[in-house]
T-cell receptor, first 113, second 109 residues
Framework: DSGVTQTPKHLITATGQRVTLRCSPRSGDLSVYWYQQSLDQGLQFLIQ???????AKGNILERFSAQQFPDLHSELNLSSLELGDSALYFC????????????FGPGTRLTVT | LAKTTQPISMDSYEGQEVNITCSHN???????ITWYQQFPSQGPRFIIQ???TKVTNEVASLFIPADRKSSTLSLPRVSLSDTAVYYCLVGVGDDKIIFGKGTRLHILP
């Protein structure tokens, strides 16, 4: 158990819909990262927040957005969903501003039908 | 961001020591070397991180030669439960993180 929690564990929705994924980092960790993992794309970095501020952006689509709240939990919003958005979405946290030492949550499996 | 090269897959037997080598010829002075393990449908798990020489923890050892252009993750006495994908990352975390394809390690009984 990494100490990072993600909800929900599974999500099934239809194309065109909007969903919100939630992540609670390890106690004390200020950095939160979001990743997408699909079978054909591997693990893709989406975005990082540090203490409430966006710090780095990866291959995140304009239909996707995220935020980190004052209590440090983070939410990833996915809108106008397409079949290709079906994937595992992982959240990770780190105690440092920039670090490859990250602790991943169990993931949310999103299925778009 | 330093590019890394790892074997696509490896097989070994239970009880053996497994060494997975990662090549990173253009590693920068400030870069660290980090290894992750991932089981199917689970998030990657941080294994070990090092800068130079040797680092050891309860799970693995990381060997880094003086030129730092490669590194070797060593897993002692593997078991079937060590079957997973292992990723090598090089950097300081100040850029977009790229996990790559990793090495699929298959432990045989």
């Amino acid at each position: 158990d990494s100490g990072v929690t993600q909800t929900p564990k599974h999500l099934i929705t239809a194309t065109g819909q909007r969903v919100t994924l939630r992540c609670s980092p390890r106690s004390g960790d200020l950095s939160v990262y979001w990743y997408q993992q699909s079978l054909d794309q591997g693990l893709q970095f989406l975005i990082q927040y540090y203490n409430g501020e966006e710090r780095a952006k990866g291959n995140i689509l304009e239909r996707f957005s995220a935020q980190q709240f004052p209590d440090l939990h983070s939410e990833l919003n996915l809108s106008s969903l397409e079949l290709g958005d079906s994937a595992l979405y992982f959240c990770a946290s780190s105690p440092r501003f920039e670090s490859y030492e990250q602790y991943f949550g169990p993931g949310t499996r999103l299925t778009v039908t | 961001l330093a590019k890394t090269t790892q074997p696509i897959s490896m097989d070994s037997y239970e009880g053996q020591e497994v060494n997975i080598t990662c090549s990173h010829n253009n590693i920068a002075t400030n870069d660290y070397i980090t290894w992750y393990q991932q089981f199917p449908s689970q998030g990657p798990r941080f294994i070990i991180q090092g800068y130079k020489t040797k680092v050891t923890n309860e799970v693995a050892s990381l060997f880094i030669p003086a030129d730092r252009k490669s590194s070797t993750l060593s897993l002692p006495r593997v078991s079937l439960s060590d079957t997973a994908v292992y990723y090598c990352l090089v950097g300081v975390g100040d850029d977009k993180i790229i996990f790559g394809k990793g090495t699929r390690l298959h432990i045989l009984p």
